[in-house]
Nanobody, 125 residues
């Protein structure tokens, strides 16, 4: 049973930074991703990373501002968020893929089978 626990959310002013962490237990060693969901909107993929950490993908809205990384020795996924904007406000979720999407580092939520409980990120102008 895979369990994911996110931390690091909070409230910041526009232009600020936050670092999200996600610790995985019972971890299947597949691609992992960060997703977000704002009120009244669908959940969207923000960033994803391959099992080894070699390959990454980002939604256009965060390219150049967010960086996804993972430490497989600690079973931990990170999302460094810089130059935050009010439109980044959402609940952020980490997720782990499973086969057949294990190696896809996809931004599609349907690829992911295991989800954390989410952490709130609020950016004020």
């Amino acid at each position: 049973q895979v369990q994911l626990v996110e931390s690091g959310g909070g409230s910041v002013q526009a232009g600020g930074s936050l670092r999200l962490s996600c610790v995985a237990s019972g971890y299947p060693g597949c691609s992992m991703g960060w997703f977000r969901q704002a009120p009244g909107k669908e959940r969207e993929g923000v960033a994803a990373i391959s099992p080894s950490g070699t390959y990454t993908s980002y939604v256009d809205a965060v390219k150049g501002r967010f960086t996804i990384s993972r430490d497989n020795t600690k079973n931990t996924l990170y999302l460094q968020m810089n130059s935050l904007k009010p439109e980044d406000t959402a609940v952020y979720y980490c997720a782990v893929a499973s086969r057949p999407g294990c190696y896809s580092y996809s931004l599609q939520p349907s690829t992911y089978n295991y989800w954390g409980q989410g952490t709130q990120v609020t950016v004020s102008s």
